[in-house]
DNA sequence: GCTTAAATTTACCGATCAGTTAATTAACTT
DNA sequence: AAGTTAATTAACTGATCGGTAAATTTAAGC
């Protein structure tokens, strides 16, 4: 079945979103951008934040199934996996329209701890840390966690540094550190 | 000689920004939070972006005094200033009222590369990735730049890991891979 | 004390913000 | 085809956006 007309208003919104900015997109510009008049949004979503929100976690889910799959697409085994992100992640910043991690920018936006797309934003993150500390485990490694800590601080650099294009190839430079950081927690 | 208005202004305004993001804070509640009106404001700066373009420049200045003055403190030789970084992130993570990067979250929400904000944001990773650079060299690296941008990318990731609050205290998780990393660069 | 210029204030500009109301169109039922 | 309901629309709300014009206060020079 096709998509709902929700669906595709959340699809269209959520890259907006991300290509302009939270604050920087009124509700108005969304309605011209998709089409459906304002009013239709809001049978749909009660707030403009409501809509933000699904807008995120369609994100959430499509990039923690994109990193995975792609992941298990590029290594063979837990530790090659692991490494295996920093693959996919510059294949990612290759992409035009890469603009850096929307939760990143969804947290820079609504900074209150309390606010429901900070949580969000913080909760899509643990769910990659769950990914990775369960790799890092059926890898061997010693301290699952920590190693996970490490690989998403990792991660979460080179998509910065990306973003503000700085470095000719960030993911590149992560993996050459999580290549020691891995020959040092599993040994080489 | 006290501050001159404008500064007062500039000062008031980075924190402002800082705390409440950029599109979200408006000349007026500038207004209401300097004490200074409006029209004064636009005495000494012609354009909303001109005051966030001051902001920076001088949180820009700032912040690297302050880092590298740290790093200086906390390190007696090059290598040890460098692992030094991760120790003066922990404090600043610390500080009450941390919210992340000023510059992480200004190109968040001006993303053009040609946007002048955005420039700046990227020209103050630059100055750091300088600064760290000639550090490394100093320390004896074989190769300064692809150090000093791999331990950027654990600067970075340690800051936005800790912007979202997760992990105990990212600033450790980077030095320990900080450590890692020089003993294999540098020899342990 | 008077004049002049600089700094500051109040009040306002049109545009846009998130969100709503009332009228219209489209679709389904019988 | 008529009647009912659901979806969609244009037009509007008060508030706020970045920015300004004109009036008022402050300060300096003589």
Known sequence: MRPSKRDELVEKALE????????????????????ISKTSMYKHFRTKEDLILAGLRLRDKEFRL???????????????????????????????GFRGCMFIKASAEYQEASDPIFKLSADHKRLLFVYV???AARA?????????????????GAIV???LRLGENPA?????????????????
Chains 1, 2 share one sequence.
């Open 172 to 188: 590149k430079d992560a993996k050459a550190v999580a290549k020691i950081l891995l020959a040092e927690a599993l040994g080489s």
């Open 140 to 156: 061997g490694a010693a301290e699952p966690e920590a190693l996970a800590r490490r690989l998403l601080i990792l991660k979460e």
């Open 66 to 96: 994109w990193l995975f799959r792609r992941m298990e697409e590029l290594g063979s085994t837990p530790r090659s996996q692991l490494m295996a992100m920093f693959d996919a992640l510059k294949e990612w910043f290759a992409q035009d």
């Open 16 to 35: 907006v979103f991300y290509h302009n900015g939270f604050h920087a997109t009124g509700m108005d510009m969304l309605a011209a951008r998709t089409g």
């Open 133 to 135: 500390s369960e790799l």
């Open 161 to 163: 540094t990306a973003h």
